[in-house]
C-alpha cells in the first residue's frame, strides 16, 4: 500500500503562486507516476499535471506554461507550483499514484489516491 498525504493548498489573489507537495509512504518503490488531480464544485474531477519516474510529464492544456510538476524521488515526494493562478483554478487538488507505466492523463490507471488540499483564487 501506499498512504499519500497533500498539503501547500490555500487562499491566494488572481495572479498569485502556490506550491501543493504530495508526500508519500509504504512502499513507494512500487511508484511509477504520480499526478496532481482537482475537482471544482459541480465539475468532474480532471487531469491537471502528472510525472513519471524517469521525469516525463504531462500537463492539461488549461495550465501549461503557469503550473510545474517536479519530484524528489529521494523524498518521494511530488511538488506542484502553480503561477499566475486564476479563479478557474479553484478547486480541491488531489495527488495520485500509479503502480503501472501507463498514459499519464487516464484518472483510472491511478491506484492510489491522497484525501485532497484545497485552493481557492480570489478575483
Known amino acids: 500500500q501506499v498512504q499519500l498525504v497533500e498539503s501547500g493548498g490555500g487562499l491566494v489573489q488572481a495572479g498569485g503562486s502556490l506550491r501543493l507537495s504530495c508526500a508519500a509512504s509504504g512502499r513507494t518503490f512500487s511508484i511509477q507516476a504520480m499526478g496532481w488531480f482537482r475537482q471544482a464544485p459541480g465539475k468532474e474531477r480532471e487531469v491537471v499535471a502528472a510525472i513519471r519516474r524517469g521525469g516525463g510529464t504531462y500537463y492539461t492544456d488549461s495550465v501549461k506554461g503557469r503550473f510545474t510538476v517536479s519530484r524528489d524521488n529521494a523524498k518521494n515526494t511530488v511538488y506542484l507550483q502553480m503561477n499566475s493562478l486564476k479563479p478557474e483554478d479553484t478547486a480541491l487538488y488531489y495527488c495520485?499514484?500509479?503502480?503501472?507505466?501507463?498514459?499519464?492523463?487516464?484518472?483510472?490507471?491511478?491506484?492510489?489516491w491522497g484525501q485532497g488540499t484545497q485552493v481557492t483564487v480570489s478575483s
Open positions: 495520485a499514484a500509479d503502480r503501472d507505466v501507463a498514459p499519464l492523463s487516464i484518472e483510472t490507471e491511478y491506484d492510489y
